[in-house]
């Protein structure tokens, strides 16, 4: 199975601040990688698809980049709403396996 | 509007199986595969298998090969999950999420169903 590693598992930042969330994989595959967002309680919402694509009604603040084994979810301005916790997800392999989550907390 | 509907709590003990429903409306069931994940309390997600509910055809994740089964009945528009040999280690939500397209990510989440595992 692929593997999937984020970083940092935890993330402190402010309101307006500029965020970016990495994501490597244990081998490399083209772009077929997945964000999501997660609020307590809540089903995770896509964000993101084929690393790059955002999904529609997705802020634009949102955007991912990478291709290989480093894949990158930026946000460029956090705002209140975006404190919570983030997933990469690939799903070129068979089994298509999480990373283990960045929870993006208030500073 | 896309709706995916999912059965509700199940407290079970160790050993029983588990079968959890996801009713989907809103959309041509048969056209979109379903994923399943489930996540553990206060853990990540995990990636349980999917359904194509036009063949019936399925995909596991490795470490739930010969424990889970998914099926679907058309007639209705509902695809199930079931666990059997079940630990303590299971008791998570179990969540169905539509696949976007063929082995997909889902964009769209039923609302999850506990399943909590004790003796």
């Known amino acids: 199975d692929i593997q999937m590693t984020q970083s940092p598992s935890t993330l402190s930042a402010s309101v307006g601040d500029r965020v970016t969330i990495t994501c490597r994989a244990s081998q490399s595959f083209n772009t077929w990688l997945a964000w999501y967002q997660q609020k307590p309680g809540k089903a995770p919402k896509l964000l993101i698809y084929?690393?790059?694509s955002l999904e529609s009604g997705v802020p634009s603040r949102f955007s991912g980049s990478g291709s290989g084994t480093e894949f990158t979810l930026t946000i460029s301005s956090l705002q209140p709403d975006d404190f919570a916790t983030y997933y990469c997800?690939?799903?070129?392999?068979?089994?298509?396996?999480f990373g283990q989550g960045t929870k993006l907390e208030m500073k | 509007q896309v709706q995916l509907v999912q059965s509700g709590p199940e407290m079970k003990k160790p050993g029983a199986s588990v079968k959890v429903s996801c009713k989907a409306s809103g959309y041509t069931f048969t056209d979109y595969y379903m994923n399943w994940v489930r996540q553990a309390p206060g853990q990540g997600l995990e990636w349980m298998g999917w359904?194509?509910?036009?063949?019936?055809?399925?995909n596991f994740a490795q470490k739930f090969q010969g424990r889970v089964t998914m099926t679907r009945d058309t007639s209705i528009n509902t695809v199930y999950m079931e666990l059997s040999r079940l630990r303590s280690d299971d008791t998570a939500v179990y969540y169905c999420?539509?696949?976007?397209?063929?082995?997909?990510?889902?964009?769209?989440w039923g609302q999850g169903t506990l399943v909590t595992v004790s003796s």
């Open positions: 997800q690939q799903y070129n392999s068979y089994s298509h396996t």
């Open positions: 999420s539509r696949a976007m397209a063929a082995e997909y990510p889902g964009n769209f």
């Open positions: 359904i194509n509910p036009n063949s019936g055809g399925t």
């Open positions: 084929d690393a790059s």
